[in-house]
């Protein structure tokens, strides 16, 4: 498994994002816009719940039949002439990729968006063996310039504004600097066609393998995905192994779902159907294709009862709908897979240890699983992962104290009451105006940015018998 290099600690990320005006301002319009987006185009369909109930059970199938899917997958892919390699973990696609280049004399590679290279830190593999590699999605373009990584499953430059983007290229491309998206993109797509045009070897992601076709899905709303696909002499196509589906029928549900839960689109710009290498009455194609099929933890995954976190077709949807990624962006999660799915799958890849924030980086108030295409309950799973993470010991030490603490108080009536009694004194002290706007520490942090409502004059219990029996005594 490949671990990020350490970052900063979760809090100190969280922090600095929340420190950035520039970057909650373009989350605000980007996931706003794109959830406004999404609703519109689900609105359209005739029975929208009907097709998510559809598409969650064609990925639910897939999961629970995926060793004999991906047999046929690799049986047909075959049959039509690519190579299929197994990979295990991060370090074996890797070499299986240097090794293709080596033997083929790659020395420029281009790549369409791979959510799953960046999982396994393809490029750093790529390039610390001297090949030139360049992203070719426009987004992912724009942050390889700019050194960072994607911070979005579908948008990874949403971060950026149209500002931040004139200078990168200034710097970067030696161009004047201009704030005009439509020159900004022109100047991207003059360098691109160069590279290209010399590329020996494209390497893309893969939205969907059907096993019954052995047909490769790349959606994308950029020429891009053609261009990597297509031009080279070599097509490298890189999936998780979640990402098998059993038919061509599947298919054609899930590419109704993806783009209206991603980006509020009927359909991609491009809908690429990748079927073997070129033939030879084809006017153009790759004359090998291989096709890598990676683990790196998904089997794993799946015996720890977490298989319903594969089911996630990464549209992005529960991103944008999320109140804490709309905040903190994606780079405070830490790694490649940000919002709330990314709090589930983090820990799942890397282990609890390495992620113990992240399934607290979350409201839990439902609204990713409102929006999943699929219906992953990701707030039952992030429950379940705080659960894991409570028994192996990895609360801070204060926050075990607490829970203690309230498990101690909530045991007995009389210790109940009193403590009521003691918190309605203690906020009728501090309350000014019928609200608390300052708490002592370590309270004061929610305070900062918020008020907190005092305690009722009357409790509930005192409420509740007056209602039930006509009775004045107290609670």
């Known amino acids: 498994m490949r671990h990020p290099s350490a970052p900063p600690p979760f809090a100190q990320r969280v922090r600095d994002a929340l420190e950035d005006r520039y970057l909650r301002t373009a989350l605000q319009r980007a996931t706003v816009q794109f959830t406004r987006q999404r609703a519109q185009a689900f609105a359209e369909l005739a029975d929208p719940e009907a097709l998510r109930d559809h598409a969650r059970a064609a990925r639910a199938y897939a999961i629970a039949h995926l060793p004999e899917l991906l047999e046929r997958l690799e049986a047909e892919v075959t049959e039509r002439g690519g190579v299929v390699h197994w990979a295990e973990d991060a370090a074996q696609a890797n070499q299986i990729v240097l090794d293709l280049a080596a ?16 999982e396994i830190g393809l490029n750093h593999a790529l390039q610390s063996a001297g090949l030139e590699v360049t992203e070719t999605d426009l987004g992912e373009f724009i942050i390889q310039l700019a050194g960072e990584t994607p911070s979005h499953i579908v948008v990874p430059a949403v971060h950026k504004r149209k500002e931040d983007i004139a200078e990168v290229f200034e710097r970067h491309l030696d161009v004047p600097r201009t704030l005009e998206p439509e020159v ?12 290209f045009l010399q590329a020996d070897m494209g390497i893309s992601g893969v939205n969907f393998a059907v096993a019954e076709t052995g047909t490769l899905a790349i959606l994308t709303n950029e020429g891009n995905g053609r261009f990597v696909t297509g031009l080279p002499p070599i097509h490298v196509a890189i999936m998780g192994i979640e990402k098998v589906i059993a038919t061509l029928e599947d298919l054609i549900l899930l590419i109704q779902m ?17 079927n073997g290498p070129a033939r030879p009455s084809d006017p153009d194609g790759p004359d090998e294709l291989h096709l890598i099929l990676l683990d790196n933890g998904r089997s794993r995954i799946i015996a720890e009862g977490y298989a319903e976190a594969l089911y996630c077709i990464r549209c992005g949807a529960c991103l944008n709908s999320c109140p804490v990624y709309r905040e903190i962006g994606g780079h405070a999660y830490g790694w490649v897979y940000p919002g709330p799915i990314g709090a589930v799958v983090t820990p799942l890849l890397l282990g609890r240890a390495h992620a113990a924030d992240l399934p607290y980086a979350s409201s839990l108030c439902g609204a990713c699983r409102d929006v999943c295409p699929v219906r ?5 799973l992030l429950l379940h992962l705080r659960g894991e993470l409570t028994a192996g010991g990895h609360l801070p030490r204060w926050e075990r104290w607490g829970i203690q603490g309230w498990r101690w108080l909530m045991a007995s009536s009389d210790r109940y009451r009193w403590a009521g009694r003691l918190a309605r004194w203690g906020s009728a002290l501090l309350a000014r105006g019928g609200r608390i706007r300052w708490l002592p520490p370590p309270l004061h942090r929610w305070t900062r940015s918020r008020d907190f409502p005092p305690f009722a004059a009357r ?4 409420r509740w018998v007056e209602r039930s029996h006509g009775s004045g005594r107290r609670a």
């Open 103 to 118: 033997s083929r004399g790659v020395k420029r590679v281009v790549k369409s968006k791979s959510m799953v290279s960046e």
């Open 184 to 195: 900004l993109t022109a100047t991207a797509r003059r360098r691109l066609r160069r590279q």
């Open 258 to 274: 993806l783009p209206r839960s991603a980006t509020g689109q009927k359909l991609t710009t491009y809908v690429n159907l990748v």
């Open 376 to 380: 992953i309950d990701i707030p039952r």
């Open 459 to 462: 409790p509930f219990r005192a």
